[in-house]
């Protein structure tokens, strides 16, 4: 293992979720790497999402709640560019070994990053309120 993947191991953290012999390769490789990347990087997820909002959807602010989580989904899904960078703040927190795991299965692992991504986003809504967008 080299110096750059156990630093990434030991910066990102411990295992978030259960993983046993039943879980699937899938299901481990997100409780072991996208759920601590993703926790890691929240800060930038919610700091991109902002420019992302400054930049594209300036109604955004004066939308109701519901319309705010559907246009959070609808960015992530829809906007291919935004998608891609966002999923280039995860990969290059990956190890050889894990980008190896990564592109045998990457269409569904990109579904679980996406989804996950989404959820997080959609679970902090109140940080994207007008007055605390600041």
Do not use: C
Request: aromatic share 10%; no cysteine.
């Amino acid at each position: 293992m080299t110096q750059r993947d156990v630093f990434l191991k030991e910066f990102r953290g411990e295992t978030i979720g259960s993983v046993s012999i039943q879980s699937s390769s899938d299901e481990s490789f997100q409780n072991e790497v996208l759920r601590p990347i993703l926790k890691l990087q929240n800060d930038l997820f919610i700091a991109s999402f902002r420019n992302y909002i400054t930049k594209y959807k300036s109604d955004f602010y004066s939308q109701s709640t519901e319309k705010k989580l559907a246009a959070i989904e609808n960015s992530i899904q829809k906007d291919i560019k935004y998608r891609n960078a966002l999923k280039g703040m995860i990969i290059g927190l990956f190890t050889a070994e894990e980008y190896s795991v990564y592109i045998r299965n990457s269409s569904s692992l990109n579904k679980r990053m996406m989804t996950m991504l989404i959820e997080r986003l959609r679970s902090q809504i109140q940080l994207f309120e007008s007055s605390s967008a600041k």
